[in-house]
């Protein structure tokens, strides 16, 4: 473990700030670290979440890569700047490893994909930030061919800046086939 990045045992009894757009998955997500003993705010996008975390910033927070108002990554970078050690998970729905890697150099705690648990988060925030992001399972596995489509669609995408036209353009489909694609959820392996 860095000497710089202390590890706590419990989350019990800290703020986190949960923001996502989604308000039912806010809400539930909300209800269910509450009862794992957190102390939970939630925001439903980046503006509020600015305004709440400037107000009373959290110890962790939750956030959702991709919302309306504003870009989750940049909303990690001001969180940061309000309190350095604050441990923030980005949550997205456009799971793709450049996204991860995106977020781990932005400074994220860690990265999970939609959907991800209460469980899956509180373990996420206790878990070791020198310990690898994949899991050890999974790093010998070879990715289905529908995977690593997804996930070279997923990197085009962030290259272009999550521009559609630009991304389809670049792969050379159509913008509404690339959209279709985009509404399926990613393949598990």
């Known amino acids: 473990m860095s000497p710089h990045t202390p590890a706590i045992p419990s989350v019990a ?13 806010r809400q539930r997500m909300a209800r269910a670290l509450t009862r794992r003993g957190l102390r939970v705010q939630t925001a439903s996008g980046v503006v509020e979440a600015e305004a709440a975390a ?37 949550l ?19 990265y999970l994909p939609k959907p991800a648990d209460a469980g899956e988060v509180v373990a996420a925030f206790l878990r070791d930030p020198d310990a690898p992001l994949a899991d050890s399972n999974e790093q ?28 389809a353009r670049r792969l050379g489909l159509h913008r509404r086939s690339l959209q279709r694609k985009l509404q399926k959820y990613p393949p598990r392996r």
């Open 140 to 167: 010998g596995e070879t990715p289905s061919l529908a995977r690593a489509e997804w996930e070279h669609v997923q990197r085009v995408l962030s290259e272009c800046n999550g521009n559609i036209s630009e991304a």
């Open 13 to 25: 009894g800290l703020q986190i700030l949960v923001i996502d757009d989604d308000d039912v998955l």
């Open 92 to 110: 997205t729905g456009y799971g793709s490893i450049a996204t991860a890697i995106d977020a781990v150099r932005a400074g994220a705690w860690h």
């Open 54 to 90: 400037k107000a009373d910033p959290p110890d962790l927070a939750l956030v959702d890569l991709r919302m309306p108002d504003g870009d989750g990554l940049q909303l990690l970078r001001t969180l940061l700047e309000l309190k350095p050690d604050m441990r923030v998970i980005m």
